[in-house]
């Protein structure tokens, strides 16, 4: 399923792009996978139903966006991209192009297939930087696969990134291309997110999202999602800062709501 051939043919090149790259660590690939068998599984997606639990849990900061961990469910051939993702082929590939000691997240939490429906949006943010279940893995990479085949620019839905570290940064704009992949880094200046969507009516933004953790010896401070909302006025802004907080509350009082969206 995964191109590994092709990958593992230009792997000095990647990391010299993602080490590069601005503005911050990322490295976009296409013909990630074949694209037949690619194609056979994006056909076999089923359309969203609104009263699905699956529903984000991100509140006012994303509108109208779907997760399903267990996307290997759906078809075969996403079922094989599962198990490639998780193999020690795919592991070494990202510890090389990344240079950090990597695994994928086997049980998908927050990630799997990702579809955003009409006028989906996903306010920039910095993500979560420990497991909510495994609290000494470190999140160090998102892995983010597109599936939108014919998208169009009128479209809109490109992937957002931000160096939060720079004062008016310029932002840079990724396409989601079918079959194009993402791999950035997650860190508390990475941030990203996209604008809303001009999808045709029964299309959505679809991806495949899986996250890259690195196990560490320690405990370190934990941090929720933190949201940068572009938009909304100083209220939205603010709770958007002070979210974490209050996640941190209801995870307490009621559990994880992300670990529901299988």
């Known amino acids: 399923m995964i191109n590994f051939d092709l990958l593992n ?17 990322h490295v976009v690939i296409d013909n990630f996978c074949d694209e037949n068998l690619l194609l056979e599984a ?7 139903k609104e009263g699905e639990v699956n529903k984000s849990r991100d509140f ?16 075969p051939n996403l079922k094989t991209l599962k198990r490639e993702l998780l193999a ?7 510890c090389k192009i990344t240079g950090e000691n990597i695994f994928i997240d086997p049980n998908f939490h927050g990630g799997g297939l990702h579809q955003g429906g009409k006028d989906s949006f996903l306010d920039m943010h910095v993500d979560f930087n420990y497991h909510p279940n495994e609290p000494s893995w470190f999140r160090n990479v998102n892995i983010l696969l597109y599936l939108n085949k014919d998208w169009k620019k009128d479209y809109g839905g490109e992937l957002k990134l931000l160096d ?8 840079h704009l990724i396409e989601p291309l079918f079959n194009r992949a993402v791999i950035m880094f997650t860190r ?10 001009k999808f045709p009516d ?17 405990e370190g401070v934990v941090r929720t999602t933190v949201w940068y909302p572009e938009k909304g006025g100083f209220l939205r802004k603010l709770l958007g800062k002070h ?7 209801k995870s307490k009082l009621i559990g994880s709501g992300t670990s529901k969206n299988k």
């Open 42 to 48: 994006v056909a076999a997606i089923p359309a969203v």
């Open 243 to 249: 979210m974490p907080r209050l996640v941190k509350l």
């Open 188 to 197: 508390d200046y990475t941030l990203h997110g996209y604008a809303p969507i």
């Open 164 to 171: 939060g570290r720079v004062e008016d940064a310029n932002l």
């Open 202 to 218: 029964g299309e959505y933004r679809r991806s495949i999202a899986a996250y890259g953790y690195t196990q560490q010896d320690h």
């Open 60 to 75: 006012i900061f994303a509108k109208n966006k779907f997760e399903k961990a267990l996307f290997d469910d759906i078809h």
């Open 88 to 94: 020690d082929e795919f592991k070494e590939l990202l």
């Open 9 to 25: 043919g230009k792997v000095e090149e990647l990391k010299s792009q993602f080490l590069n790259a601005q503005p911050f660590e």
